[in-house]
């Protein structure tokens, strides 16, 4: 099967979308902002010890102190001999997300990281970074290149001979690299746009008529199934299939609660499970499947390294559903700022929208992905917070 890496470069952040034989199988949105990524290495200083939980509070520099279990600290010895004000290389397993904080482990003696961590480490005072971030497209490109890549599209000419450098240090044989150049849009163009918008909706549509909800909640993410006028058996194992895809590509993490719809006979309810197990296998993630409930629930649960895709572009409005964050909000305009500049070279241009996507502009986030986009265009871009627009609406026009 043909496996093709679409990257979208853009101000502050990059798409990367897998696709095999045209349909999307795989997502991540990378940020040059986002702070504390899975997998870096820090030098932390504890700054309390929890042992009802059992765990430990470790300063990393991030907004609020990590989580180290005691687990992670040392499998058989726990928390004992750590003392706070302790210094510890650790690495990052678990992204903040906005209600938890990062989750740490102590960087192994066996970690081939970890000769240069404790190098780096002597010359610094925690909490520190060891390591150098990647790269958004880096990261983009680490994140997909053992999944048996055939072709990578990239949009962006810097981005492009960034990956090929990446690229070219690597030992083993790379996907063919090309650099896209069209008019429409990469998504658009790849025929992933609509596949992607979807996975921001809380409902989703089944060939055989049925449909899936899709719900996150501070306890677990449920799913639940309705075969609409669609046998139950036929409904459930089309639903298995979709459902384990949209775990993947809505990158849920961990509970997960499925309620498919009603049987009553063991052996359907067999095939279905079985159906999800398989789908489930093509996860590079964690999974641990743990079968049907006494209610006829199925549960699992997914190992979370990384924030959802709802929890990393959308929030909840006052009152009412999810609605895009204004940093996403910002991004998006930036984007489209970047491709007018270059349908129109030369051309001075002024952004006009809503005061909170300006706010978010004009952040710490936001500022930086703005002097990326005036970098590139050699000039800056103005900006107008304009009350009567919409939230979700923007104006670009000539300064």
Known sequence: MSRTLFLRVSPGEVWAALAEEGALEGLRILRSFAAGEAGGIYLGRVVALRPELPAALIEIGLDRPGFLDARDADPRRGLSGLTEGAALILELIKEPRADKAAGLRVLRANDPRRGAAEAAARSLSPPARLDAPLSPVVAALRAFLGLGLDRILIDDRAGFAEARACLAARAEPSPRLELYSGSEPLFEEAGLAGAIDALLQPQLALACGGTLHIEATHAASLIDVDSGKAPALAANLEAAREAARQIRLRNLGGPIVID??????????????????????????????????????????RRRREASLAEVLLEPAPGGPLRKTAITLALEALRAAAREARAHPGRALMLAAHPAVIAALTSAEGQGARAMLEASLGRPLALAAEARLPREAFDIRAA
Not at 266 to 275: G, H, Y
Request: charged share 25%.
């Open 260 to 301: 498919f719809v009603g049987m009553r006979n063991a052996a359907n309810r067999a095939k279905v499970l079985s159906a999800f197990k398989d789908a489930l296998a093509a996860d590079p993630e964690k999974i641990d499947l743990l079968g049907w409930t006494r209610l006829g629930h199925v549960e699992l649960t």
